[in-house]
């Protein structure tokens, strides 16, 4: 039986990490402002925004990529003009294939 300590399982069980997540332990790096979605043919992924600082975001990038890998699983990391608050948050998208995964950029963004 698959291991559910890790966010891989339940991505690949379509369960929900809510409880998951509380544990501090748990989360993927810089995790805040997440929810867990599923797609129509209940493929799920998580979505976070956390805050951070615009020079920084090579770094933030490389830490979250590296972390997910490590997990087996993928992640996309989209700049401060995906975030709900432009000018200090970026997008975090993380799930087992996010290939057919599209976002747009944040009505607020210039």
């Known amino acids: 039986m698959p291991s559910r300590s890790t966010l891989k399982y339940y991505f690949e069980n379509g369960r929900d990490v ?13 995790y805040d402002h997440g929810y867990m979605y599923k797609t129509k043919d209940r493929k799920a992924f ?12 090579d770094e933030y990038r ?17 700049g401060y003009d995906y975030g709900w608050y432009t000018s200090s948050s970026y997008l975090v998208i993380m799930g087992l294939d996010l290939s057919d995964i599209k976002v747009e950029k944040a009505l607020n963004s210039h």
């Open 62 to 78: 490389q830490v979250i990529e590296c972390w997910a890998i490590e997990q087996g699983i993928e992640a996309k990391v989209y």
């Open 18 to 30: 809510g409880e998951y997540l509380r544990n501090e332990e748990n989360r993927p790096p810089f």
């Open 46 to 57: 998580i979505v976070y925004q956390p805050y951070g600082a615009l020079d920084k975001m």
